[in-house]
Each structure stands twice: as C-alpha cells, then as structure tokens.
C-alpha cells in the first residue's frame, strides 16, 4: 500500500476487533449509548504519521463508522477522530 492511499475494503480479523474494543467506551459515549452487541465488520486502512483506521461496527440496532487514528510506536495513544452512527449493512466506508 502507498503511504497517504487508502486501503481497499477488507474483512474485519481479530486485530481489528481489539483496536475497536480498546475504544468501545469511548464511542459509546459519543454516541449517547451502549451496546451488547459490538462487532467489527469490515476496515479500511490508511498509512500517515501512524496508520488511520475507519472500521464498520456492528451494533444492537444498526451499523457504526468509527476512525481511528493509531500513531507510531511512542508517539501516542489511540485517537477516535470520528463516529457515525445509524448505518446499514450496504452502507460503504468512507
């Protein structure tokens, strides 16, 4: 991948579904509530000063965008930049 390009869509794997539960609070919070369910779906990738992260995330009622900014190894900790809430499953990242 070429740094600064976004990824093409990819099926959510393990690693991902730790990134998102490390913000999980955080996003509930932005959103105003909690879920019981919360399940990385799908990601997109993209190589900065660190790696940019936009993550589909299942949840009870719907489908949730959230974006994650990881910086380098030192240099920080996870950022949530954004989350987007009332998606559904053929939504897209963007």
Known sequence: ?????????????????????QVRE????????????YEAVSYRSQVVAGTNFTVKVKTDTDYV??????????????EVSSVSGGHDEQTSLN
């Open 1 to 21: 991948m070429m740094c600064g390009g976004h990824s093409s869509a990819k099926v959510a794997d393990a690693d991902i579904q730790e990134l998102v539960d």
């Open 65 to 78: 965008h959230v974006r994650i900014f990881r910086p380098l190894p030192g240099r920080g900790d996870l």
């Open 26 to 37: 955080n996003v509930q919070n932005q959103l105003g509530r909690t879920f019981t369910t």
